[in-house]
T-cell receptor, first 109, second 113 residues
Framework: QKEVEQNSGPLSVPEGAIASLNCTYS??????FFWYRQYSGKSPELIMF????GDKEDGRFTAQLNKASQYVSLLIRDSQPSDSATYLC?????????FGTGTSLTVIP | KAGVTQTPRYLIKTRGQQVTLSCSPI?????VSWYQQTPGQGLQFLFE???????NKGNFPGRFSGRQFSNSRSEMNVSTLELGDSALYLC????????????FGPGTRLLVL
């Protein structure tokens, strides 16, 4: 079992819709959780992080964490074509970061 | 603040050669982690250095090694290159705590022929 699992997609949503990206992790001791966005040919860039159960909002992005279910999600409201990228979920267990293989998102104009 | 820088950006090597990649972290960041990214495996952790000491290590063979200097700059070395080592090598820096956010450099794309 992989440390971090993501649906590889591709996920397609129309412009203006809500995109929902999901991630599960295996280590119950994981302490912090991150979402990165990676455009083709570029390096990952941080979108947001979350440490505590519940929701955390930053602009059009909302991260949700449920430690009991070992589940992290990212909601993108009012999706724009510029949001088309691969989204990587990362989990910090305290010893190292584990990354999912990413979900490819396409926002259709 | 300047971001994480990596040199060189692109490299072409042949099997059996060795290669050294360099990473300069964000000013004030003391932790540098290295990752290998391939289309099939995604981002895989190689190792992390903090204050010139390897703090954590991933599951890669001994051909992959690294070091960190007193100014926090880090180098990664791969010896006896194999075709499967072709990948994007990314370094990420953080302030130093175990829960700190990591910021990535642009990567070095290595092609082994």
């Amino acid at each position: 079992q992989k440390e971090v699992e993501q649906n590889s997609g591709p996920l397609s949503v129309p412009e203006g819709a809500i995109a929902s990206l999901n991630c599960t992790y295996s280590d119950r001791g994981s302490q912090s959780f991150f979402w990165y966005r990676q455009y083709s040919g570029k390096s990952p860039e941080l979108i947001m992080f979350i440490y505590s159960n519940g929701d955390k909002e930053d602009g059009r992005f909302t991260a949700q964490l449920n430690k009991a279910s070992q589940y992290v999600s990212l909601l993108i409201r009012d999706s724009q074509p510029s949001d088309s990228a691969t989204y990587l979920c990362a989990v910090n267990t305290g010893n190292q970061f584990y990354f999912g293989t990413g979900t490819s998102l396409t926002v259709i104009p | 603040k300047a971001g994480v820088t990596q040199t060189p950006r692109y490299l072409i090597k042949t099997r059996g050669q060795q290669v050294t990649l360099s990473c300069s972290p964000i000013s004030g960041h003391r932790s540098v982690s290295w990752y290998q990214q391939t289309p099939g495996q995604g981002l895989q952790f190689l190792f992390e250095y903090f204050s010139e000491t390897q703090r954590n290590k991933g599951n890669f063979p001994g051909r992959f090694s690294g070091r960190q200097f007193s100014n926090s700059r880090s180098e990664m070395n791969v010896s006896t290159l194999e075709l499967g080592d072709s990948a994007l090598y990314l370094c990420a820096s953080s302030i130093g705590g175990t829960m700190e956010t990591q910021y990535f450099g642009p990567g070095t794309r290595l092609l082994v022929l």
